[in-house]
């Protein structure tokens, strides 16, 4: 693949996530974003209400000053119904909503072929199972893109349809993903190879933008301990505060049991599931090629939830997490990408019944609040 000098990114989601990323890739690299909108409504109201332009203001510490808001003019934005034919995809960001994924990509698999690059930057897990069984079956002869994960820490939320607050300033770890998990171990030149070769993670790589949004290029087995940190951390958190209604400091004093039974259950599915992962310390940390990683101590129960604890109880204290939020504004939730999905491997991978009892009420409590929640409301209408 060829690095060219002004790629071409679409993006699918351009939400929170996809807006912060879009908008900072605009500022700080030389690239075209072409937002992939659901539907021709929302290209009108692009142009009608937000003068086709999207708007960050970061409102984290750094930034209190003239420079806090990015806003730039897209020149090209399409939706299914008026997808230019003759154009194929390149570079494709996928960041809507984990259950929304298939649906969102649906319509451009014509344009996406083996020498696209997908890039999914979601929370959860379970979405490349889904893709690879689903609309890039071996059966559906679909072409399967170049496959990357986004692991992202920064946050943000929607002020109005086309303007976003960047909140949080964290990292963004990328790494392509495997289509099989029989090459979930891959040596160090395949990221310097990459980032060399690659248009999507030449740009992400981009040293002014890699700075500035704190992006870590690694291994597939580097990123992976991140997003299963990241993972059972939002298993913890999201779930739990969605269920008792709750802002994440509130629970600092009385989480710490409920946390230790999730993690503790959670982590059990998941060293079979990432089976070579969690045998990798042993199989190559004395390898040249292979970045030496610390697997066993990352995952030591009590100091993993401590961590947990404090990130998000005492740092992200004053947050209220993105699935508390969807119960109360009684949107759909991504228990099922969090949860759901342990719950779900330990099925697969036939672990019994008892296995996965703790995520599988939990998963049923975050769906009994939500159902509860839409059920007052339907009540405060009537
Ligand atoms: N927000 C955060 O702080 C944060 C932090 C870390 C990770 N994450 C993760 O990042 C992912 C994205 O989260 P988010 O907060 O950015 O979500 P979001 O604000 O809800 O954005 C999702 C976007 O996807 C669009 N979309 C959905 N279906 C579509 C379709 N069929 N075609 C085109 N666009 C479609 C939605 O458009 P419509 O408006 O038209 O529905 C929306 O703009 C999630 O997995 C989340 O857990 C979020």
């Given at each position: 693949m060829t690095v060219n000098e002004k790629p071409v990114v679409h993006i699918i989601g351009m939400g929170s996530m996809g807006a912060i990323i879009a908008m900072n890739l605009m500022e700080h690299t030389q690239c075209e974003i072409v937002p992939l909108f659901r539907n021709i409504a929302k290209c009108e109201r692009f142009v009608?209400?937000?003068?086709s332009s999207i708007t960050i203001n970061r409102i984290y510490s750094e930034y209190e000053g003239d420079n806090a808001t990015i806003s730039h003019k897209i020149e090209r934005y399409y939706a299914p119904e008026i997808y230019p034919t003759e154009e194929p995809i390149r570079n494709l960001i996928v960041a809507t909503k984990t259950y929304q994924t298939q649906n969102a990509i649906k319509p451009y698999l014509p344009y996406i072929n083996s020498e696209t690059n997908l890039i999914l930057v979601q929370n959860g897990l379970g979405v490349l199972e889904q893709i690879k069984d689903g609309?890039?079956?071996?059966?559906?002869?679909q072409e399967r893109p170049q496959l990357f994960q986004g692991v992202i820490a920064h946050g943000a939320f929607q002020l109005s349809e086309f303007t976003f607050n960047h909140a949080c300033d964290a990292d963004f770890k990328i790494a392509r993903l495997p289509w099989?998990?029989?090459?979930?171990v891959q040596p160090c030149e395949l990221v310097t190879n990459d980032s060399s070769n690659n248009e999507l993670m030449h740009l992400f790589t981009d040293s002014t933008f890699a700075k500035l949004f704190h992006v870590s290029h690694l291994t597939y087995q580097e990123m992976l301990i991140g997003q299963l940190v990241k993972f059972l951390g939002n298993s913890c958190i999201n779930s739990v505060t969605a269920t008792?209604?709750?802002?994440?400091?509130?629970l600092l004093d009385c989480c710490r049991e409920t946390f230790t039974s999730i993690v503790e259950e959670s982590l059990s599915i998941l060293k079979t599931v990432y089976k070579p992962l969690f045998d990798y310390e042993k199989e190559?940390?004395?390898?040249?090629?292979y970045p030496s990683l610390n697997i066993s101590r990352t995952f030591e129960l009590g100091p993993l939830v401590d961590g947990i604890v404090y990130l998000c109880c005492v740092q992200g204290g004053k947050n209220s997490t993105s699935m508390r939020q969807d119960t109360l504004n009684l949107r759909d939730t991504e228990i099922d990408y969090i949860n759901g999905f342990v719950v779900k491997m330990a099925d697969k991978f036939e672990m019994?019944?008892?296995?996965?009892k703790v995520n599988k009420t939990i998963m049923e409590l975050v769906n009994l609040r939500s159902g509860l929640n839409r059920a007052r409301a339907r009540e405060d209408k009537s």
């Open positions: 009608k209400d937000a003068n609309i890039f079956a071996p059966e559906t002869n099989s998990h029989l090459d979930m008792v209604d709750a802002l994440n400091g509130e190559y940390n004395d390898k040249n090629s019994g019944p008892n296995s996965s």
